[in-house]
């Protein structure tokens, strides 16, 4: 019997260990060198439309929501989201992570020609990531 409680013990221990360290929650990091736009996903994905323009989802593509969750381009079909995406050496779309109406406002209107406006499209970019996750929106 008293094996029993000493397994069973040590069992609770380990769960609750890896219970707290999965409630730290995976922290988001802003991603580096996209573009922000507002991606058309056609009815028929990997078809789609960047800024009006034609495009195509990579094979493999990750489309990750405001949660960090992956979304298949399925559930986009016929939508026009707000994102920042990163091509593939081939020029196809690969990353792709979707953003509030509210991000977009603040860095949608950042690259305006101005030699400083991508260095200020990264901050605002690592700032809203932060608010996510001080929020815990991402986790």
Same mark, same amino acid.
Not at 50 to 70: C, F, K
């Given at each position: ?6 397994? +069973?013990a040590?069992?609770l /221990?380990?769960l +609750?260990?890896?219970?707290l +360290?999965?409630a730290?929650?995976i922290?988001?990091?802003?991603p580096?060198?996209?573009k922000p736009? #507002? ?7 990997p078809?789609?439309?960047? !800024?009006?323009?034609a495009?195509? #989802?990579s094979?493999?593509s990750r489309?990750?929501d405001?949660? !960090?969750?992956?979304v298949?381009?399925? +559930? #986009?079909?016929?939508r026009?989201v707000?994102?920042v995406?990163?091509?593939? &050496?081939m020029?196809l779309?690969h990353? @792709?992570w /979707? #953003?509030t &109406?509210a991000?977009y406002?603040?860095v ?7 030699? !400083?406006?991508?260095?200020?499209? !990264?901050?605002?970019l690592?700032?809203?990531w932060?608010?996510?996750?001080a929020?815990g929106? @991402?986790?």
């Amino acid at each position: 019997m008293k094996r029993w409680t000493q397994r +069973a013990a040590t069992a609770l /221990l380990l769960l +609750a260990s890896s219970s707290l +360290a999965f409630a730290q929650g995976i922290v988001r990091e802003a991603p580096v060198d996209v573009k922000p736009a #507002l991606m058309t996903v056609s009815a028929t994905p990997p078809d789609i439309r960047i !800024n009006g323009e034609a495009a195509r #989802l990579s094979p493999g593509s990750r489309i990750r929501d405001t949660q !960090n969750m992956m979304v298949l381009s399925g +559930a #986009l079909a016929g939508r026009t989201v707000p994102v920042v995406y990163k091509r593939d &050496p081939m020029g196809l779309v690969h990353e @792709v992570w /979707l #953003l509030t &109406p509210a991000e977009y406002e603040k860095v949608g209107g950042v690259n305006t020609g101005d030699p !400083n406006g991508y260095k200020r499209f !990264n901050e605002l970019l690592s700032l809203i990531w932060a608010a996510r996750t001080a929020i815990g929106v @991402v986790r």
